[in-house]
């Protein structure tokens, strides 16, 4: 008897509960999504425009003046965010296709 009492005790308020309305649902939120790249540079300080002939070229053989400052890099390959206005940037998609020329 007292263990169906206490199962009454648990299962009634569980019912009700049950009946509760949903909780409200909340408040629209407005997302802005910044785009970190550097802008690139108006002077072209590094010589970019120089190498924008290899641009969809696959692994192109590229040759930089001695003492050049340069990274290469795929896209979405993790990259430092300093700001560097005469280092030339190559980047290449997962193939190996050459998609932007950059300086930065």
Not at 31 to 53: K, M
Not at 63 to 84: A, E, I, Q
């Amino acid at each position: 008897m007292i263990a169906t009492r206490n199962l009454c005790l648990i299962a009634i308020p569980l019912a009700l509960a049950a009946c509760a309305p949903p909780p409200p649902s909340p408040p629209n939120v407005e997302v802005l999504i910044v785009d970190e790249t550097p802008a690139p540079t108006a002077d072209d300080s590094c010589g970019a425009a120089a190498y924008q002939q290899y641009i969809g070229q696959t692994s192109p053989q590229i040759s930089l003046p001695s003492g050049s400052v340069f990274r290469d890099y795929r896209t979405g390959d993790p990259v430092t965010m300093d700001l560097n206005p005469s280092r030339l940037n190559f980047e290449y998609d997962r193939t190996g296709k050459l998609v932007k020329v950059s300086c930065g």
